[in-house]
C-alpha cells in the first residue's frame, strides 16, 4: 500500500510538471509572436497589399508575398519550392479563401501551427463565385480589410492601436470607392438598365454592387479557346437587351470584345482584375478609382 501511495505521489509530480513545462514553452511562443519580428506570408497580391496598408509603419513585421503566375488563371496556381520554404519560415499566412486558392488545404497539412488569417472568413452574403474574388467588390474588400486586420490585432496585441489606426484609414479611402459603386448604380437605374454581359467571373461582385443582374457570362483565361456557338449566344445575349455593356479583362477577352463592338456597337469596359502590379500601398484604390472610371464614361458615351 505505501509503494502505491508513493507511486501515485511520484505520478502527480511528473504530470505537474509537464503541465508546467508545456505552459512555459507555449507562453514562450506566444510571446515570440508579439516581441520579436513576425513573418506574414500572403497568398496573392491582393492580399498583399491589403496586408501591406495594414502594417505600415508596424515595426518588427516581415511581409512577404508567394510567387505569382506571369499568366493563366490565379486558381490553378502551383506552390513552387521556393513558396513553400517560405511558408515554412512564416508566422502568419494570410489568404483570401472561398476556393480562391486551390492549395490551402495542402498547406494547413503540411503546417498545421501556421496561424491563417482568412480574409472572408466571416462573410456568408455572397456565392462562391463572388468570394474567390471579394477584392474586386469595394464593399466586399472594406469587410475584408477588416477581418484581416482583427486577426493581425490577435497576433500582435502589442500594435493593435497602429493596426486599428491603419485598418481605419484604408478603410476610410475605400469606402470612397464604394460611394463611386452607388453612383454607377444610380445611373443604370436611371438608364433603365439592369444587366451585363461578362467575359470573366471576376466582376460578379462588383456587377452586384451596381445592382446589375448577369445576362451571359463566359470565363475567359489563356487556354480558354471560343467556338463558334459561343461567339453566336454571345450575340444573341447582345441582341435581347439594347445598350447593355460587356465587362472583359483585356488579355483574355479583348479579341473576342472587340470583334463583338465592331459588328454590334456593343460597349465593351476592360476591367483591371488586381491581381498583378507594383507592390505599392496605392495600387488596389488607383486601380479600383480607373475600372469605376472607365465604366463610367462607357456608360456617358452610350447617352
Known amino acids: 500500500m505505501r509503494n502505491k501511495y508513493l507511486y501515485s505521489l511520484l505520478m502527480m509530480g511528473v504530470i505537474g510538471a509537464l503541465v508546467v513545462l508545456f505552459t512555459i514553452r507555449f507562453g514562450e511562443k506566444k510571446e515570440s509572436l508579439t516581441n520579436e519580428k513576425l513573418t506574414i506570408v500572403t497568398s496573392f497580391y491582393p492580399m498583399y497589399v491589403a496586408t501591406q496598408n495594414l502594417v505600415s509603419g508596424v515595426e518588427g513585421i516581415h511581409l512577404k508575398n508567394l510567387s505569382e503566375p506571369e499568366t493563366g488563371c490565379l486558381h490553378d496556381f502551383q506552390l513552387t519550392p521556393e513558396d ?28 498545421p501551427k501556421l496561424i491563417t488569417i482568412n480574409a472572408t472568413e466571416t462573410m456568408d452574403d455572397m456565392s462562391e463565385e463572388v468570394g474567390m474574388h471579394a477584392w474586386m467588390s469595394p464593399r466586399l474588400y472594406k469587410k475584408q480589410i477588416m477581418r484581416i486586420a482583427h486577426g493581425l490585432k490577435e497576433v500582435c496585441p502589442k500594435q493593435k492601436d497602429r493596426i486599428s489606426k491603419n485598418a481605419a484609414r484604408y478603410a ?16 443604370y437605374a436611371a438608364r433603365g438598365q439592369s444587366h451585363v454581359i461578362l467575359f470573366s467571373e471576376a466582376y460578379e461582385g ?5 445592382g446589375l443582374s448577369v445576362s451571359y457570362l463566359m470565363d475567359l483565361d489563356e487556354e480558354r479557346q471560343v467556338s463558334s456557338g459561343e461567339v453566336a449566344e454571345v450575340m444573341e445575349a447582345v441582341a435581347k437587351e439594347a445598350g447593355v455593356m460587356i465587362l472583359a479583362e483585356a488579355p483574355y477577352g479583348k479579341n473576342l470584345g472587340d470583334m463583338v463592338h465592331k459588328e454590334t456597337n456593343t460597349p465593351v469596359v476592360y476591367l483591371d482584375t488586381l491581381t498583378r502590379g507594383a507592390y505599392d500601398e496605392q495600387r488596389y484604390l488607383t486601380g479600383m478609382a480607373k475600372n469605376l472610371q472607365e465604366i463610367k464614361e462607357a456608360l456617358d458615351e452610350t447617352d
Open 84 to 111: 513553400m520554404k517560405l511558408l515554412s519560415k512564416a508566422d502568419v499566412f494570410v489568404v483570401n479563401g472561398s476556393g480562391a486558392e486551390n492549395f490551402l488545404q495542402d498547406v494547413m497539412k503540411e503546417y
Open 172 to 187: 476610410k479611402k475605400v469606402e470612397a470607392l464604394c460611394k463611386q459603386v452607388d453612383e454607377l448604380k444610380e445611373l
Open 206 to 210: 462588383l456587377v452586384e454592387d451596381m
